[in-house]
């Protein structure tokens, strides 16, 4: 409850495409306590119980608690968002049933410098 909630907002323009993404969230999110892995243990129950398909979306920045709900609900799709190359983000693929990269995120794991000529995107899905 006295946690700051992460905060994206995205900014398009029209003319280019062009996104300024301006966030606000703690630079060290702290440890998740007992009592609201309690609670997401409640939440992983319920959504077992349910015996609907379940999908967690992650995107690397709150890393414990999607370590933690893939853990407790294991038959979960995961799909990830990794916008920048991060150990967390490396470490949370391992989990990962699909994972969503940006160029950025590409071009910084295979050592590229750039991905912007089709011959340097079919080397890059070579590898």
């Given at each position: 409850d006295d946690m700051i909630t992460p905060l994206a907002s995205v900014l398009v323009n029209r003319l280019t495409g062009s996104r300024?993404?301006?966030?606000?969230?703690?630079q060290t999110p702290p440890s998740l306590t007992y009592e609201q892995k309690l609670k997401?243990?409640?939440?992983?129950e319920r959504l077992i119980a349910?015996?609907?398909?379940?999908?967690?979306l992650i995107d690397g920045?709150?890393?414990?608690?999607?370590?933690?709900?893939?853990?407790?609900?294991p038959n979960a799709r995961v799909v990830m968002d990794g916008g920048s190359l991060r150990a967390s983000n490396i470490?949370?693929?391992?989990?990962?049933?699909?994972f969503v990269v940006s160029e950025h995120f590409?071009?910084?794991?295979m050592s590229y410098r750039s991905l912007s000529t089709e011959a340097e995107i079919k080397a890059a899905l070579i590898e």
């Open positions: 300024t993404i301006i966030t606000r969230k703690m997401l243990d409640d939440l992983a349910s015996e609907e398909p379940v999908t967690i920045h709150e890393a414990e608690i999607s370590e933690y709900l893939i853990k407790k609900l470490k949370l693929a391992a989990w990962t049933d699909y590409a071009r910084d794991y």
